[in-house]
């Protein structure tokens, strides 16, 4: 039997939450399905090489250095580790699990509300055309956005009418 060779990216999505609490990001390996199902997760995918994270834009109240990535310890396999090792279930994989690299950003602390992105470095072969206008395949980027929840759920039942 003959293995299957799948036309793949790498892909990370945005995320929001409290700046109280560790934020996870979705960084997986994903192929093209079909048509009608577009990309999805490679859930065979257990021997890609975690990719080295970047991150850039700080927005207002957040700064380098105040968030980290759940890793092994600094710098990691991420590049971004925070000083201590995070526990196995948040630590970032150096090969995915069922094509997820299990990447939790530390969370930065109250008053440090704000944005960053966050690049993946990713090899070639895994890059994909994600500004079809710049008409070249490139890293797959994401916002880490912390703080945008209240603190304490103040409602307990709201409904809009149209």
């Known amino acids: 039997m003959h293995p299957v060779q799948r036309y793949g990216r790498l892909a990370l999505k945005n995320v929001v939450g409290s700046e109280l609490l560790d934020l996870p ?25 975690a990719p080295t994270l970047a991150f850039s834009n700080y927005q207002p109240n957040l700064q380098n250095g105040q968030t980290c990535v759940r890793d ?4 990691g396999a991420s590049g971004q580790g925070c000083a201590a090792a995070a526990s196995s279930a948040q630590k970032y994989l ?16 109250s008053g440090h509300s704000g944005a960053v992105t966050v690049t993946a470095l990713a090899p070639v072969w895994l890059q994909y055309l994600w500004n079809v206008s ?19 759920a103040s409602r307990i039942y709201q409904r809009e009418v149209y």
Request: with cysteine; hydrophobic share 40%.
């Open 25 to 49: 990001m979705a960084l997986t390996t994903q192929y093209y399905a079909s048509n009608s199902l577009g990309f999805v997760t490679n859930t065979d995918d257990v021997c890609t090489v």
């Open 134 to 152: 710049s008409g070249a395949n490139a890293n797959p980027t994401g916002m880490a956005t912390f703080g945008v929840f209240p603190g304490a």
């Open 94 to 109: 150096s090969a995915p699990l069922a094509g997820d690299f299990n990447l939790y950003l530390a969370a930065p602390g």
């Open 72 to 75: 092994s310890g600094s710098p």
